[in-house]
């Protein structure tokens, strides 16, 4: 079994900080960083000669991926990002729509802007918080007949409020509409639940992948509304002479990958994914929910994450705090007039202690 250790020699930023911003981007291991490297020294050595080599490994990637999500291969799709992954999911899904009669979308005003903004250019319905949380029976009054889809994360990234996916899809289903999902902030810290119609994450978060490779889910029922294509969309044979007549599409949501893809970027996804599975993704979720409560019962702070919750942590607190811990070698983050906390399973119970009497003694230097 792999142990916490043994991650940890594999992080060089564990010599040098307490680090508790994985909400916004973990570090990549150094075996993670070396198929980067590999890919282009590659590159630089042989061209173009061993592309065939970089397709096949590129579908190995996609089944580590997937059975990461505990989805099928041809269900899972690299894109450049959560918010490319969102965007396409609003093409496909106006001109689903019109054919449905349907012209509105509900999002909520908990979302990161990437989850918010495509949907407020289109005819769009807000679901307003109270509190740092949202009311499942609000959600529920402004899903209806003439809604196209749900926009929502699965963890929100303010304060780690997790909405309950699994009764969010009965809603949809009930209306007749598709449940999208911003899974950024909970792929790689909890075990996935594939009960949405579309999700979108990327891996330089949780996944403790590399920026610009992001994995866009697709179900079955909303393979074929994909909106754009290009030359790696279509099943043929680029050694030969291109048929103009032949557009047959590649199976499964490989269609979504128009272009060339990056495959030193995927490989190293999917390097990350492997290292997290093996670790064992119960203890990965167990390991960062534990971190998280020893941080909600021990700060000496106005905490607003509820129970039901990801790995992040929001609480009330003034936003200098962030740079004087900082001066200490302790990364947090500010969002959303809260300080953010965001332990990943690696993370130790003794660093959790000591960025608790870090926080304590300021603000209660503060207060006197």
Known sequence: MVTKEEVREDLRITRRWIYLDNAATSPMRESVLEEIC????DVAENGDLNYEEYLRKLEECRENVAKFMNVGCDNVAFLKNTGDGLNASLCMLKELGKREHRDTFVTTDMEYPSNLLPWLKEKHRVVNSKDYKLDINEIEKAVDEK???????HVEFSNGFRND????????DEKGAKLVVDAVQ????LEFDPCMDIACGAGYKWLMGPYG???FYVSDSLIDEFPFIGHNSIEYDETEMFDYEN?????????????NLPFPLIFALSKSVKLLSDFGKKRIEREAMKLSGMLIDGLNLEVK???NRGAIVGAKGEKRIVESLRKKKISIS??????????HFWNTEEEIERVINEVNEETSQYRH
């Open 147 to 153: 809604t196209i889809a749900l926009a929502i994360s």
């Open 165 to 172: 996916l699994r009764e969010l899809k009965k809603i949809c």
């Open 305 to 307: 994450t509820p129970e």
């Open 247 to 259: 557009t047959e599409l590649k199976k499964g949501a490989r269609r979504f990958e128009i272009g």
């Open 38 to 41: 590999r890919w282009y020294r």
């Open 334 to 343: 500010a969002r959303s007039g809260l300080l953010r906390f965001s332990p």
């Open 186 to 189: 909970s792929l790689g810290a």
């Open 213 to 215: 490779v992001g994995i």
